[in-house]
């Protein structure tokens, strides 16, 4: 009337899984930590210099405004640059502060079918090397007068 109860066998299986899970995350996580992260810094700043800038705009299909900032970043130093931060001012002649943006330096990668950019990281930056490059602003305000935004770098990542 009654069966006998299963008897339970050891999930060896699982047991295994975990245990390779656990052994690859072990790998993983000292690989991670002998891995010193690029520290940005602004000492480097002085060897970037800007030239060629351009600005345009463009509306788009849902009213939104951008704004493009173009030219070009040499870097005149001895070292690879990685990334860079960016203040970008647009100042205003109503007495008020001006806006300013924190961007990435974006690199062009190609122009055609349309200006695609990538991070420096992907295209690290020689020395002596000239790069084009564009920053990209969405929501600059409407009493900005129109002039050259002053651009600054805050910190650059080499190697």
């Given at each position: 009337?009654f ?17 390779v899970?656990?052994v690859i ?13 690029e520290?940005e ?11 060629h800038?351009e ?14 900032i ?6 005149n ?6 990334g ?14 001006p ?24 295209a690290?930056?020689a ?6 490059f ?26």
């Amino acid at each position: 009337m009654f069966s006998e109860p299963v008897k339970g066998s050891f999930p060896t299986t699982a047991v295994a899984i975990a245990s390779v899970a656990i052994v690859i995350l072990a790998g993983f996580l000292v690989l991670m930590s002998h891995r010193r992260p690029e520290a940005e810094s602004m000492a480097y700043g002085p060897n970037l210099a800007f030239s060629h800038i351009e600005m345009s705009e463009s509306t788009s299909l849902s009213g939104g405004k951008s704004t493009y900032i173009d030219g070009h970043v040499a870097n005149n130093g001895k070292l690879t640059v990685t990334g860079v931060t960016l203040h970008v001012v647009f100042k205003n002649d109503e007495a008020m502060p001006p806006q300013i943006e924190i961007a990435p330096l974006s690199l062009i990668r190609t122009h055609e079918p349309y200006v695609d950019t990538e991070a420096v990281g992907a295209a690290p930056l020689a020395p002596g090397a000239d790069r084009e490059f564009r920053l990209t602003f969405e929501n600059i305000n409407s009493n900005w007068n129109q002039q050259e935004p002053e651009i600054h770098v805050v910190g650059v990542r080499t190697r």
